[in-house]
């Protein structure tokens, strides 16, 4: 180990986020998962600060496949995996920082996640799927009802009868 802390701090004097890969993965071959995250995660934020998002966002995956993600890891991934271009995987992470926050319970910042995340990814239907569930366990019906008829209208506009059908129910439910 004593060879691993020395290779550690001349990482953290060069800054390089591949020496620091180098590092995680070795530590993740020897076994030792919670630190390999924890390298994971800082080689992510090197390269971040380097202005790499797509290797970023692929090492905070790395970090979170072995240590589990934050909230703030994911919305840090989403904003990476946005900057780099990937959108599908964006709304992925933040569609899962929103579920996490709704089964905590804390439907308000669920609803601030959607909406944020919708101004970079409009129409995107996990998150407006999402965005009405913050509304409905926040009692915001009205709201809720209002997201509904526009993923029936996307749904229509696609030829998506089914889904149209679906939403247009869940705004007559909510209308009564």
């Not at 998002?53 to 905070?60: D, H, N, P, T």
């Not at 709304?91 to 669920?110: C, G, I, V």
């Not at 569930?133 to 926040?138: F, G, K, T, V």
Request: with cysteine.
């Amino acid at each position: 180990m004593e060879a691993a802390n020395l290779y550690r701090r001349a990482m953290e004097m060069s800054g390089d986020a591949k020496l620091r890969k180098l590092l995680a993965s070795a530590l993740e071959a020897a076994g030792d998962l919670s630190t390999a995250a924890i390298e994971w995660r800082a080689a992510a934020g090197e390269a971040a600060a380097a202005g790499e998002a797509a290797l970023s966002a692929e090492l905070f995956e790395k970090a979170g496949r072995l240590g589990g993600q934050t909230e703030e890891d994911l919305q840090q991934l989403g904003s990476l995996h946005f900057a780099a271009g990937r959108s599908k995987e964006a709304a992925d992470a933040w569609s899962r920082l929103a579920r996490q926050r709704l089964d905590a319970k804390r439907p308000s910042e669920a609803l601030e996640v959607c909406e944020k995340a919708l101004a970079s990814l409009p129409g995107n239907e996990a998150l407006t799927m999402l965005l009405a569930r913050s509304h409905l366990d926040l009692g915001h019906s009205k709201d809720a009802a209002a997201v509904y008829e526009r993923i029936a209208r996307g749904c229509e506009a696609k030829g998506d009868v089914n889904g149209a059908v679906a939403a247009y129910r869940n705004v007559i439910r909510l209308d009564n």
